[in-house]
């Protein structure tokens, strides 16, 4: 172990288990990446060993029509089948981001979603007490030791409490944490080296993606941050939807810790249940209609949403309420980022390519400034044959990618969130179609966006930019001089101003320092004035005494700053 870590010059902490890491570059090699191995030098790094022969072309054989992006995946899934279920979460994570790799690598990465097996229940039931520090019989009147899920970091049991609430029970599979975190350095590592002798992976984006699922594995290993969004979702939903359409399961926060989560098993009818859901349809639809617009203005307005509403997470329950489950994975906009969503959704409903293209370009990821005409040509031709239509005339997942595409032709790449929103809504796309049901999707959206541009330039919005806009102002008009002072001095100490005396720079820099101020002040003051005149749009006058209290708070500041400007200005005058 110490030979090899003094070896592997280029691995330092990224490989922390070497039998780990020749398990894998002897699986990728058997799978048909034995030549990139090579090349990017990795064997080196293992002392005595031997490459394994590659069974590839046993495998599978090549012809001059397969893509790359299907070889290549065809090649990955393989070998993440062979390493475990760390490999194959990374897998599934892949599948899921249409945003950068070729649909036809997606393909090959969504077979790893039926390669998850259960775990013998003695394994759960150890880490079920090590979790809860009691015996499972304290805790449950029953567990079922057959479980009812299994994914490739949870299994999902049913059980009773002691007092008779039914519940189901998520554990962890033992050691997946740790696991993962090992394979997870290991495959970065690796993937990092063969892009650098492959431009062809490296075009991929695999190791872009990689960095991504970081953030995401990260929130899915730790149970308390899916019961923490679980509980800020419930509190979310309750305010938008007053006429109880959703139900939230409530979680046992006292017996859910890192590896286990216990929640209130919700009893009625999946939507992935076509049979069933079939007879209820005229049910289900009715409430999906009213409930999209929630979840559209969760998403537009509050910046949290669920962001994994496909049909196996939703349930129409015994009351006819909508049960929503699995809180592992959501989304998170900031205000800034709704904002710039807000104008994106509503230049696509509104045909206006040109905002569009500029929208994207603030908020995308791109090495250089792409050819903004022919970018906006692109976009109209994506976009054009899919806007008007229903969900039912319009195939979304296709009108998605075609965005995506169009922005990946010119190495524009949307940063994980905004990809998680777009991904959002397209799930809810999905549902609409596996229940055969006509959304408007752009619809919704269009009459949502009304209503959020006018909350967004309210008074109050206004009033509160505009002093922030005043403040940073102030603020960089103190800062600039002492910059400039600064670089000039740092300038001269580095023998680049030759035989340059100062003849006076310093009273001038003084000068446009002050004015610079000066107009800062006036600027909030104008601030000021306009926020105490904007509250009286509203009402009407007759007498002085009508005038609100807090505009004339807004005015005597406006009126000191400008007092306080002009008395520095004759102050600075002197000089």
């Known amino acids: ?47 005595d060993f031997v490459l394994p022969k590659s069974r590839y072309k046993d495998a599978i054989k090549e012809k001059e029509s397969e893509s790359l992006p299907y070889l290549v995946g065809f090649r990955l899934r393989k070998s993440f089948e062979e390493l475990g ?52 019989e304290d805790v449950f009147e029953s567990i079922d030791p057959d479980p ?83 509980q800020r979702m419930k509190e979310n939903i309750a305010k938008l939807d007053p ?101 994106i959704m509503y230049s696509i409903v509104n045909h206006n390519y040109e905002n569009l293209v500029y929208e994207f370009l603030d908020v995308a990821e791109y090495d250089r400034i792409p050819e903004v005409d022919t970018l906006i040509r692109d976009l109209k031709d994506a976009l054009s044959p899919h806007i008007g239509l229903t969900v039912q005339q319009t195939n979304a997942t296709q009108l998605f990618r075609s965005i995506l595409e169009t922005l990946s032709k010119h190495r524009i790449y949307l940063p994980r969130e905004w990809f998680v929103v777009f991904r959002a809504l397209i799930t809810m796309d999905g549902v609409g179609k596996s229940l055969d049901m006509d959304f408007d999707i752009f619809g919704l959206v269009e009459d949502d966006i009304k209503g959020i541009i006018k909350e967004a330039f309210s008074k109050e919005q206004v009033i509160e930019e505009a002093v922030w806009i005043g403040r940073d102002l102030i603020s960089s008009s103190r800062a600039f001089p002492r910059h400039l002072k600064w670089f000039l001095k740092e300038f001269s100490k580095n023998n ?45 006058i007759t007498e002085y005494d009508q005038i609100p209290i807090l505009s004339y708070l807004f005015w005597g500041l406006s009126l000191a700053l400008f007092l306080r400007t002009s008395f520095l200005f004759r102050k600075f005058s002197k000089y």
């Open 243 to 343: 006429d109880g359409i959703f139900y939230v399961p409530k979680i046992y926060t006292e017996f859910t810790k890192e590896e286990v989560l216990v929640m209130e098993c919700l009893k009625g009818i999946p939507f992935t249940d076509s049979v069933r859901v079939n007879e209820v349809k005229s049910i289900i639809q009715e409430k999906l209609n009213k409930g999209l617009k929630i979840f559209i203005h969760t998403i537009l307005a509050d910046g949290f949403f669920h962001a994994d509403l496909h049909g196996g997470n939703f349930f129409l329950l015994e009351d006819h309420r909508i049960g929503i489950i699995d809180f592992g994975l959501v989304g998170t906009l900031s205000k800034k980022g709704r904002t710039n969503l807000v104008a």
């Open 148 to 230: 009812i899920g299994t994914a490739s970091i949870g299994v999902v049991y049913k059980g009773i409490l002691k007092d008779g609430t039914d519940v189901v029970v998520k554990v962890r599979r033992p050691n997946i944490a740790k696991s993962i975190q090992t394979d997870f350095e290991i495959l970065e590592y690796l993937v990092v080296q063969i892009e650098k002798v492959s431009e062809d992976i490296k075009f991929l984006g695999i190791s872009k993606a990689i960095r991504d699922f970081g953030v995401t594995l990260h929130s899915e290993l730790d149970f308390r941050i899916e019961a923490l969004n679980c």
């Open 85 to 136: 279920p760390g490999f194959v979460k990374i897998g599934q994570l892949a599948s899921t981001r249409d945003d950068i790799f070729d649909v036809d690598f997606i393909d090959e990465m969504k077979k790893l979603r039926d390669q998850v097996k259960g775990i013998p229940f003695e394994e759960a039931r150890e880490v079920i007490e090590r979790q809860l520090g009691q015996k499972i």
């Open 496 to 540: 680049y101003t030759v035989q340059v005396k100062n003849t006076g720079y310093e009273d001038a820099i003084n000068r446009l320092s002050n004015n610079l101020y000066c107009i800062g002040m006036l600027f909030l003051s104008s601030v000021m004035f306009f926020s105490g005149t904007i509250i009286l749009r509203d009402i009407e």
């Open 1 to 47: 172990m110490v030979d090899l870590l003094k070896t592997g010059l280029g691995i330092t902490r990224t490989i922390k288990n070497a039998t780990r890491f020749r398990e894998i570059v002897t699986v990728l090699a058997r799978n048909g990446f034995d030549e990139l191995i090579i090349k990017s030098g990795l064997v080196n790094l293992l002392p």
